[in-house]
């Protein structure tokens, strides 16, 4: 029994590291401005955001991103 609880542990540790490792580059305040723009502007709830693991929230960012890049290349275009 306390050899499973010991993997467990090891196991919780390594993923706690890992996320601390891999999303040390977002500040609290990064992560509270975020969520509150794509919530006003793009109208994800609270909710879903804080659900989202991390990495998924990092993909959803990415692909948002490319899509506004995309968008703007669109408009300047137009304006040519």
């Not at 960012?61 to 968008?71: A, D, G, I, R, V």
Request: aromatic share 12%.
């Amino acid at each position: 029994m306390q050899e499973v609880q010991s993997r467990k542990y090891v196991i919780n540790e390594r993923t706690t590291r890992f996320f601390l490792i891999n999303l040390s580059h977002e500040t609290l305040e990064n992560y509270f401005k975020t969520n509150f723009l794509m919530m006003q502007h793009f109208k994800y709830s609270l909710t879903e955001l804080e659900g989202m693991m991390p990495w998924e929230r990092e993909v959803y960012l990415m692909l948002l991103n490319e899509h506004l890049e995309e968008k703007s290349r669109e408009e300047q275009r137009q304006n040519i």
